[in-house]
């Protein structure tokens, strides 16, 4: 336990300056989106105003006020919640792969710690995990900010509210900011198994080379199947099943995928594997 | 004692390791003697469990390696095993919270034994410094057993015989020690036992005190006969 928690914290601190350039980024691209977005309409309606000769109220009866969506449709927004996806989804891979190549081949040190090896794996796939909340974290301290930014801009009279609830319901936003613990559970659950798929596969590949590539691919493909096969069922068979049975199939499929990830990686990094 | 008993091992469809057996005793330096390509960097990282081997058995102390075998044997390969980014004392660091066989006062001798300063970032040294780094890194843990691949290999003379003069200190001294080199001038007059391995196999073993006072050989002359 406590080798974990110093992998752990090992593994957070290599990323963690790339970390915070990325955490800044998203702060600074979003809060001058919310500036540059507001201050972009308020500049607008001011001229349709001054040059249509209209009052406030003549303007707010003729046209329709507009909220902090605008904003979070806006690419100021979104670009930096992308690129930190992409960011995640690249390091998910490089987080193994850097271990064997480059100047220095760190997977001797990992693989000769007195710790049981899968803790290796368990430290990197929680630090994935810790980085996604993180991001998630901020989001969810920023929007108020932005909100306040936006209506500090934007006069009352020009702006309907919008809800935090409503930004958490539009499509994206509902995968990456579930409402209820258990959409939570479910989406960073299915988000955490599917790392641990990839952290095997990978484990496959660097165990058997060009023949843990095709073991790897028929791995994963087999690993998803499994994972999506209550939804495949339940869509085939409507009607058939309970929500809450599908939920059930759906919680003993990912224990099996899960539970068949963590045993597999154990047995590659205490037998198989290669430096 | 380190026990390696009919190891097999094919990189594709090359037999590296084919039926290899040799044992390696503590408070003895053993070297494995062969030209390049004939496995003897492979020997070392199956011992430490760091490749798989297709049968055979390798046993330490009579019993096969684990987790907490780490703690009484260590490998020093050929190949910088820190980050490049971290400063000496990082490793340092990284090493103390990690292993507690860890011996810092050792590593603070080593260190100024080879003239290095903690606050050098790893990514900077010549590759004799870092083959020092590594020698310290394996010997400041108070380990039974340590394996070197390659020493010398690629680094200077002044350097050789800094490394040289610890095979022949206390800090060797009551240890299993196992080596890899293809040059055997480097080491001979440091070594205990000679293991000559080609083609996979070892083709002789033999203690080098006794074939020099018995057959008035050293391990070239021995080297010759065997290899030609």
């Not at chain 1, 955490?23 to 201050?39: D, E, H, P, R």
């Not at chain 2, 390969?77 to 400063?87: F, G, R, S, V, Y």
């Not at chain 2, 507690?100 to 004799?128: C, H, M, P, V, Y």
Request: charged share 20%; glycine share 6%; with cysteine.
């Amino acid at each position: 336990m406590k080798s974990y928690l110093k992998l752990v914290n090992f593994e957070i601190n290599r990323f963690f300056k790339l970390y915070l350039i990325i955490m800044a980024l998203t702060v600074v691209s979003q809060i001058m989106g919310t500036i540059i977005v507001s201050k972009g309409n308020m500049n607008y309606i001011n001229q349709v105003i001054y040059e249509n000769q209209l009052s406030v109220s003549q303007y707010i009866e003729e046209n329709r006020p507009f909220s902090f969506q605008r904003v979070v449709y806006s690419e100021w927004f979104t670009m930096p919640i992308f690129f930190c996806m992409a960011l995640l989804m690249i390091y998910v891979f490089f987080i193994w792969y850097r271990e064997w190549f480059g100047k220095n081949t760190f997977i001797y040190r990992l693989l000769m710690l007195p710790a049981e090896r899968i803790t290796i794996y368990f430290s990197k796939l929680t630090a994935i995990m810790l980085f996604v909340l993180g991001l998630i974290t901020l989001q969810i301290i920023l929007v108020p900010i932005e909100t306040f930014i936006f209506n500090r801009i934007v006069p009352a009279e020009f702006r309907t509210s919008y809800p935090l609830i409503d930004f958490y319901s539009v499509e994206i936003w509902r995968w990456l900011y579930p409402n209820t613990i258990i959409e939570f559970i479910l989406m960073y659950g299915i988000g955490l198994i599917v790392v641990a798929i990839i952290f095997t596969a990978i484990l496959l590949e660097r165990s058997y080379g060009l023949k843990g590539i095709f073991s790897a691919v028929a791995y994963s493909v087999l690993s998803f199947g499994i994972l999506v096969a209550p939804v495949i069922l339940s869509s085939i068979y409507t009607s058939y099943f309970y929500p809450s049975e599908i939920l059930l199939m759906e919680l003993v499929t990912s224990i099996i995928v899960l539970g068949s990830a963590f045993w597999i990686a154990n047995q590659l990094l205490k037998y198989k594997i290669r430096v | 004692m380190i026990e390696v008993n009919n190891i097999q091992k094919k990189y594709g469809k090359k037999q590296i390791l084919n039926g290899l057996s040799f044992t390696a005793k503590k408070g003895e330096i053993t070297c494995l003697i062969g030209v390049n390509g004939v496995g003897k960097t492979t020997i070392m990282k199956a011992i430490m469990a760091l490749t798989p081997i297709d049968s055979g058995e390798i046993l330490i102390d009579g019993q096969k390696i684990r987790h907490d075998s780490f703690e009484k044997i260590t490998f020093i390969p050929d190949t910088t095993t820190m980050l490049p980014t971290m400063k000496i004392c990082d490793a340092f660091e990284f090493m103390a919270d990690f292993y507690k066989s860890w011996n810092s006062q050792r590593a603070e001798d080593l260190l100024r034994f080879f003239k290095l300063e903690s606050t050098n970032r790893i990514g900077n040294l010549s590759k004799g410094s870092l083959a020092k780094v590594n020698m310290i890194l394996g010997l400041a843990l108070d380990v039974e057993y340590v394996l070197m691949d390659e020493p010398f290999s690629g680094i200077d003379i002044f350097s050789r015989e800094q490394i040289a003069e610890v095979f022949t200190s206390h800090l060797i001294e009551g240890r299993g020690v196992i080596l890899t080199t293809h040059e055997i001038s480097d080491v001979e007059h440091l070594i205990d036992r000679a293991v000559l391995i080609d083609d996979g196999k070892v083709i002789k073993q033999f203690s080098v005190e006794d074939i020099r006072e018995n057959e008035g050989k050293s391990v070239v002359d021995v080297m010759r006969e065997v290899y030609r």
